[in-house]
């Protein structure tokens, strides 16, 4: 059966037609357990600092955090980046999220401008 989990690092032809026939894709391991406690560490100060409360977002955070600004251009998610949106992007937020476990906010949505025409993918739009 098809996945949707796909390599890290560059945009293949396979990534393409996971991405027009998923609306998505997964790739598994991008972060290392050492990346991933950093990353943790980091948003829990941001987020100490600013006095959040269960549910909260903070901005800009990367510019408080090299290893948050890190992902931003993290080997092996920005080719696919590239690959779905061309060289012109704009990262458009960096909401820093801290949300309780079982939270009822959030959930799967789409985020930012539609710069991404997702109707193109299928309908309905996923």
Not at 30 to 35: G, W
Not at 54 to 64: A, M
Not at 93 to 109: C, D, F, I, L, V
Request: aromatic letters at 12%; a negative charge; proline letters at 6%.
């Amino acid at each position: 059966m098809l996945s949707p989990v796909v390599e890290p690092g560059r945009f293949s032809e396979l990534d393409q037609f996971i991405f027009e026939s998923w609306g998505y894709f997964v790739i598994l391991n991008v972060l290392s357990p050492k990346e991933i406690t950093a990353c943790l560490e980091a948003s829990q100060r941001v987020h100490e600092a600013a006095g959040t409360q269960d549910f909260g977002q903070v901005g800009r955070s990367y510019e408080q955090e090299a290893v948050l600004e890190d992902l931003m251009d993290h080997p092996a998610v920005l080719p696919k980046i590239r690959g779905i949106f061309g060289d012109r992007f704009i990262v458009q937020s960096g909401w820093n999220t801290k949300q309780p476990a079982h939270g009822k906010m959030g959930g799967w949505h789409q985020d930012g401008s539609s710069a991404y025409d997702f109707k193109r993918l299928g309908y309905p739009i996923p």
